[in-house]
Nanobody, 128 residues
Framework: EVQLVESGGGLVQAGESLRLSCAAS????????IGWFRQAPGKEREGVSCLSTTDGSTHILYSWMDRVTTSRDNAKNTVYLQLKRLKVEDTGRYYC?????????????????????WGQGTQVTVSS
């Protein structure tokens, strides 16, 4: 059974940090890139970052660039999202997703064209 399980969310104050985890199972982890997404209340889901499990390359979406890092532990089939200097407007449900890793095909892109598997998300609430 394919699973992506997010964890690490919670209630924090503005300015604090959180590290979210995405644990993958049921598929060949090294064949997939992992993306993180945020869905704020009443808004569409938006991308945050991508990571290639093939070579560790990352791409951070522009609006998150100075406050987010993503990393992997291939031995644990886990990808992390470190959120720093959180703002109230960062509140939302954070999802990870897996899609075919374009780096395996020699592409310069890190983010998959489409995502095959999705997790259920973890809630992050930032208070002022």
């Amino acid at each position: 059974e394919v699973q992506l399980v997010e964890s690490g969310g919670g209630l924090v104050q503005a300015g604090e940090s959180l590290r979210l985890s995405c644990a993958a199972s049921g598929f060949t982890f090294d064949d997939y890139a992992i993306g993180w997404f945020r869905q704020a209340p009443g808004k569409e889901r938006e991308g945050v970052s991508c990571l290639s499990t093939t070579d560790g390359s990352t791409h951070i979406l522009y609006s998150w660039m100075d406050r987010v890092t993503t990393s992997r532990d291939n031995a644990k089939n886990t990808v992390y999202l470190q959120l720093k200097r959180l703002k109230v407007e960062d509140t939302g449900r954070y999802y990870c997703a897996a899609g075919p890793d374009p780096r395996r095909g020699g592409s310069a892109s890190v983010c998959p064209r489409q995502y095959t598997y999705w997790g259920q998300g973890t809630q992050v609430t930032v208070s002022s």
